[in-house]
């Protein structure tokens, strides 16, 4: 078997693993990981992750290139789904959005070669010396000391341990290798992967299964979301709209989209029903609460309804989804009851309980 060997600063190697840990409090629970290392100097990165799917493999790369101090000439994966879509011999399909990283951050993707052990080898004992070195070894209280302990065995193995295939602890050898290595061009909370959406005929991007509301004259248009860790920005020609990217209830409108929407609606009873399905999308207590005012108030509900709306737009839905569960516990069933609540201070909410 042919030992390879990698040059200063040409590529670093990449896998997914799992592991099931038992922490000491009982718990139990099976981790993912994502392993990187540069070839040369050794210096190796291991990040958590909540999968093996795209986002989570670039975002743990990209974190790699961050502790490595650069980006490497080259990447090698041992062809994960997440990477490569299909492979027919020498012709590969790459997954779009790793495609993309791999242009904005200038780096070849490579794959080992099929049913060559040398290359796959390599990249699979990563894998295995990350459990055998890490988590076989060790005990964890919890999850918090697990990722405590990380950090820790992260500067063992970097900075302390000699390496035994070059004698040296990474760190001996990690500054000539970052000479070598090109600097990020894009910082990690700056990038954002694009996916094509199309907005809804109700005025939505629906991506992940969360909605994010766009304005009505866009409705039908395709457009680009840019996926951050924590929003998205969805972009069509003539529009650039931003959300947060983990909304309450899994729902984000914006106030401008909703009253371009409603006067895109024609007719008041469709009008009335939209502003009241708006209100049952802030979530449990809202279609509890409507529930109990349509029977309480059968003939004038209405009312209620598109003054609620009003307050929607104006309070957001995770204060409005705090007033209508304070006001089911109080036996309220009025718009003119929940606005109270709403006006006082956020963190005195509870207060309206005694």
């Not at 090698?76 to 011999?89: A, L, W, Y």
């Not at 957001?316 to 069933?333: C, I, K, S, V």
Request: charged share 25%; aromatic share 10%.
């Amino acid at each position: 078997m042919v030992r390879f060997e990698g040059l200063v600063g040409e590529f670093c190697q990449n896998d997914f693993g799992h592991v099931r840990v038992r922490y000491d409090n009982g718990t139990e629970e099976l981790l993912h990981f994502f392993a990187s290392r540069l070839k040369w100097s050794r210096w190796v990165h291991v990040e958590l992750v909540p999968n093996e799917q795209v986002e989570a493999l670039v975002r743990a790369l990209l974190t790699a290139f961050d502790s490595f101090g650069g980006v490497p000439l080259a990447c090698v994966f041992d062809n994960p789904k997440t990477v490569v879509i299909s492979r027919q011999g020498g012709a590969i399909q790459w997954n779009d959005t790793f495609a993309q990283v791999a242009l904005d951050y200038r780096f070849g993707p490579e794959l080992c070669t099929p049913r060559r052990g040398q290359e796959k080898g390599s990249v699979e004992n990563l894998v295995g010396f990350v459990k055998n070195g890490f988590f076989k070894v060790r005990r964890f209280h919890d999850r918090a000391d697990l990722d405590t302990q990380l950090a820790e065995w992260h500067h063992e193995v970097n900075e302390v341990r000699p390496c035994r295939a070059t004698g040296v602890p990474p760190s001996a050898r990690i500054a000539e290798e970052r000479r070598r290595l090109r600097p990020l061009p894009i910082p990690l909370a700056e990038y954002a992967l694009r996916f094509p959406v199309r907005v809804g005929p109700t005025g939505w991007v629906t991506f992940h299964s969360v909605r994010y509301s766009m304005p009505a004259e866009t409705i039908g248009i395709s457009a680009t979301l840019f996926l951050y860790r924590d929003r998205v920005r969805i972009m069509t020609e003539r529009h650039d709209v931003s959300h947060p990217r983990y909304p309450h209830n899994g729902v984000s409108t914006l106030p401008k989209h909703a009253t371009s929407a409603l006067a895109a609606v024609s007719g008041r009873r469709a009008e009335l029903y939209y502003q009241r399905q708006r209100l049952l999308e802030v979530g449990p207590s809202a279609e509890a609460f409507l529930t109990e005012l349509v029977h309480a108030r059968p003939h004038t509900w209405a009312a209620d309804v598109r003054r609620l709306f009003e307050l929607l737009l104006e309070h957001g839905p995770e204060r409005m989804a705090g007033a209508f569960q304070q006001a089911l516990e109080r036996g309220w069933h009025g718009a003119d009851l929940v606005e109270p609540l709403l006006r006082r201070p956020w963190g005195r909410l509870e207060e309206v309980r005694t």
